[in-house]
């Protein structure tokens, strides 16, 4: 059985593997599923279950989107017959906190980019403030020369403006 993409239809190779919905299994390339490398990464080495935009949007739950993927997970021995708890694979851990330290790394570029963004806002803000300032100005002046134009302080032959 061939695997293909749901959203471009492309089938999968090496140079572009596909990421698998947990939920509706459809399959998506990375940029496709609008999927971070990390997250993708992360997919694709089983460290974690991931659901599509669409089954995100339809999901009832409010649980997270990424959990270990069940083929990771374990459920503790429970010979007193109590609620069992999934715990992760040791092997599983490295991975995760290798994604996690990905997804840090990203953020703090986020962050980075944002800070950017704001100093160029505040920029633009003084310039516009300026801008404002000297427009407020050149009005006032206008006004005084059209009311001494009118007075008859000036003649438009002593005016070359």
């Known amino acids: ?58 999901s ?30 040791v092997s599983n851990i490295a991975k995760l906190e290798q994604t996690i330290n990905s997804l840090a790394n990203e953020l703090q570029t986020i962050k980075s980019q944002q800070s950017v963004i704001n100093t160029s806002i505040d920029k633009f803000s003084n310039g516009l403030k300026d801008l404002q300032l000297i427009t407020k100005t050149l009005g006032e002046h206008d006004r005084r020369l059209e009311t001494a134009f009118q007075v008859g302080l000036f003649t438009n032959k002593q005016c070359t403006i």
């Not at 997270?64 to 715990?87: D, I, V």
């Open 1 to 58: 059985m061939t695997t293909q993409c749901k959203i471009c239809s492309k089938r999968q190779s090496r140079a572009n593997p596909l990421a698998s919905c947990t939920a509706c299994k459809a399959t998506y390339h990375r940029a496709c599923g609008q999927i971070t490398d990390p997250i993708f990464n992360a997919i694709l080495n089983d460290a974690i279950e991931w659901k599509c935009l669409q089954c995100r949007r339809t």
């Open 60 to 89: 009832s739950r409010v649980s997270g989107t990424f959990l270990p993927s069940t083929s990771q997970r374990k459920l503790s021995s429970n010979p007193t017959n109590e609620t069992s708890t999934p715990t992760p694979d």
